[in-house]
T-cell receptor, first 115, second 110 residues
Framework: EAGVTQFPSHSVIEKGQTVTLRCDPI?????LYWYRRVMGKEIKFLLH????????ESGMPNNRFLAERTGGTYSTLKVQPAELEDSGVYFC?????????????FGEGSWLTVV | GQSLEQPSEVTAVEGAIVQINCTYQ??????LSWYQQHDGGAPTFLSY????GLEETGRFSSFLSRSDSYGYLLLQELQMKDSASYFC???????????FGTGTRLLVSP
């Protein structure tokens, strides 16, 4: 069974440009999460989808960040325009609904560097 | 909301035992989880405690005391490959996001 996959694995963009990160969750997982880790600090929550609906987007830093999950399958996270402080590792994670949803599975992350 | 505290760094030698503590504040509680992250890698699930007591999985054990809002991860027979960051995490209900602690960097030396 394939795990959570993310693309691109690394991206270097200039300030002001746009980047779109993609996440394919584990098949059958209704819950999809985006997290960010900046400069070795905490893993900070951004957003939680249940199927195609945004369950919780309280962690989205500002309106330069837009997440979508059309059809309840893969998700994209767009940063537009990117700022220097957006640099970090963006992790996507997914989990099942119900008791087995105690474990969430992370992707390898998309490393974003804004210069 | 939820907040969690962990020591920032712990050092130990191969073969030793180390305990990483986690204290949390949360409105609602749906279990304490532990994740391991090697540099450049994905956080991976280690353990989950919903009830008080000790859960053992091989060399790793995790403990929870809900009355004290406290838990710890115990790593035994440390190996060099255990050098990584360890995060505790909680969620308020089963439907909410997982909130992570600040992470503890474990350095294992020969």
């Amino acid at each position: 069974e394939a795990g959570v996959t993310q693309f691109p694995s690394h991206s270097v963009i200039e300030k002001g440009q746009t980047v779109t990160l993609r996440c394919d969750p584990i098949s059958g997982h209704d819950n999809l999460y985006w997290y960010r880790r900046v400069m070795g600090k905490e893993i900070k929550f951004l957003l939680h989808f249940v199927k195609e609906s945004k369950q919780d987007e309280s962690g989205m830093p500002n309106n330069r960040f837009l997440a979508e999950r059309t059809g309840g399958t893969y998700s994209t996270l767009k940063v537009q325009p990117a700022e220097l402080e957006d640099s970090g590792v963006y992790f996507c994670a997914s989990s099942q609904t119900g008791g087995s949803g105690n474990t969430i599975y992370f992707g390898e992350g998309s490393w974003l560097t804004v210069v | 909301g939820q907040s969690l505290e962990q020591p920032s760094e712990v050092t130990a030698v191969e073969g030793a035992i180390v305990q990483i503590n986690c204290t949390y504040q949360t409105s609602g509680f749906y279990g304490l989880s532990w994740y391991q992250q090697h540099d450049g890698g994905a956080p991976t699930f280690l353990s989950y405690n919903a009830l008080d007591g000790l859960e053992e999985t091989g060399r790793f054990s995790s403990f929870l005391s809900r009355s004290d809002s406290y838990g710890y991860l115990l790593l035994q027979e440390l190996q060099m490959k255990d050098s990584a960051s360890y995060f505790c995490a909680v969620r308020g209900t089963g439907f909410q996001k997982l909130v992570f602690g600040t992470g503890t960097r474990l350095l294992v030396s020969p």
